[in-house]
């Protein structure tokens, strides 16, 4: 009998790719129709936020319900997970360097905030998993005081 996935890592690794696609979709190429810089980054966690909400995934974000079940687990599934983690946070880090470059915040570590970013998506998830249902306001109370 033939089966799609010869393995249950490709099944996974196929999932992870996936889910990137969708993300990409969802959160990332519709943001990246406001301004570079400030506007972006509002519009990404925007976006993020609609994303979780929905959900597309039963645990919300799937990157936030997933990396926890990887994250201490070596091999091609957690790389994946890794890979797409860090390219969002390349993608936060690159919108908060051009609105420092614009004069629209002050200058910050563009790494640290985009870690900051992430940090408090990452806990708005279980919070939306949790029922709480202030999670979002919260979320753009942070981000209001990571970029004033």
């Known amino acids: 009998?033939?089966?799609l996935f010869p393995?249950?890592?490709?099944?996974q690794l196929a999932t992870v790719e996936t889910a990137r696609g969708i993300f990409m979709e969802a959160v990332v190429q519709p943001a990246s129709d406001a301004p570079a810089?400030?506007?972006r980054l509002r519009a990404l966690v925007e976006r993020w936020i609609s994303y979780a909400e929905l959900p597309l995934?039963?645990?919300?974000?799937?990157?936030?319900?997933n990396l926890p079940d990887f994250d201490?687990?070596?091999g091609p599934v957690r790389d994946g997970l890794?890979?797409?983690?860090?390219?969002?946070l390349a993608v936060l880090a690159e919108q908060v360097f051009h609105a420092v470059g614009a004069g629209e915040i002050p200058e910050v570590d563009a790494e640290l905030t985009a870690f900051q970013i992430?940090?408090?998506?990452?806990?708005?998830?279980?919070?939306?998993?949790?029922?709480?249902?202030?999670a979002a306001d919260r979320v753009r109370r942070v981000i209001d005081g990571l970029l004033t």
Do not use: I, Y
Request: charged share 20%; proline share 2%.
């Open 118 to 134: 992430d940090a408090v998506l990452t806990a708005a998830n279980l919070a939306m998993r949790l029922g709480e249902l202030d």
């Open 7 to 11: 393995t249950k890592e490709h099944l």
């Open 57 to 65: 995934f039963a645990g919300g974000c799937f990157w936030a319900a």
């Open 72 to 74: 201490s687990r070596p």
């Open 37 to 39: 810089g400030t506007a």
């Open 1 to 3: 009998m033939a089966t």
């Open 82 to 88: 890794r890979r797409q983690r860090q390219a969002w």
